[in-house]
């Protein structure tokens, strides 16, 4: 499945070196008035690293659970993995580790990380 949204990135509110936030809006929210979440981007050896974003995940009956995306991407190729773990609670799936392939899309300039 696809999906689209858009993040806004800044420098990191508190000045960390290396740093910044992510926010994720929905592809329709353009006045970016409801915020999906907010997280912290580190600069790792060519890539960022984000904290882990707290999701539901819904069961083919509707039922939800609780997932941590690991969100981790490069930083010049604009593209990245979104992981988790997958607990397996429903019918019939077992647990496993999961990941997808994103792309990131520039639409404006972006911070470099500090030296």
């Excluded at 499945?1 to 926010?23: E, L, Y």
Aim: with cysteine; net charge negative; aromatic share 14%.
């Amino acid at each position: 499945s696809t999906s689209n949204a858009f993040w806004a990135i800044d420098p990191c509110d508190d000045g960390a070196d290396k740093c910044v936030q992510v926010t994720e809006f929905g592809s329709t929210d353009l006045e970016r008035a409801n915020p999906h979440w907010t997280k912290k981007a580190f600069w790792n050896v060519g890539s960022w690293v984000m904290e882990p974003v707290d999701a539901k995940r819904s069961c083919e009956d509707h039922s939800k659970y609780g997932v941590a995306y690991s969100y981790a991407w490069d930083a010049a190729a604009y593209s990245g993995y979104r992981s988790y773990f997958e607990p397996g609670v429903c019918d019939g799936n077992t647990p496993h580790n999961a990941a997808q392939k994103f792309h990131l899309v520039r639409v404006g300039p972006s911070p470099a990380p500090a030296e």
